[in-house]
């Protein structure tokens, strides 16, 4: 794996294989929480939605606003869950490389909670 390079706060690019199920735990939040609701989920499905709940709430650190990050985290997780660039989003509060930058925060976090990306291992070699 590669550093990101462009001061994305220690972001690593994920492999595609990694990225795409990460997407797909995401994609199926909706239909989980309507499990969740009915009684009927897995063991899976409640630890997926916390992970996504915790992931979700950790990004956009650097938005002072609680009101504004929280709008932008809603727009992030819409995003992903309904296939929508950024170019559809209405007030998407930044520019176009902030807010994928935020979603590959997003997707980034969502599969290290789940134990998906590999150990770094001889990090020695500076930043």
Not at 28 to 57: H, P, T, W, Y
Not at 80 to 101: H, K, S, T, W
């Amino acid at each position: 794996m590669k550093s990101n390079g462009g001061g994305c706060r220690g972001l690593v690019k994920l492999d595609a294989d990694i990225k795409a199920i990460a997407r797909s735990i995401i994609q199926g939040n909706e239909k989980r929480k309507k499990r969740i609701k009915n009684g009927q989920a897995s063991a899976f499905d409640l630890q997926a939605a916390q992970v996504i709940d915790n992931a979700l709430r950790g990004t956009c650190g650097n938005i002072e606003s609680v009101r504004v990050r929280r709008q932008m985290q809603e727009k992030i997780y819409k995003s992903i869950v309904y296939n929508m660039p950024y170019e559809y989003i209405a007030d998407a509060l930044c520019g176009r490389r902030q807010f994928y930058e935020y979603r590959q925060e997003f997707i980034k976090r969502v599969a290290s909670a789940m134990d998906m990306l590999p150990e770094q291992k001889g990090q020695e070699h500076g930043n």
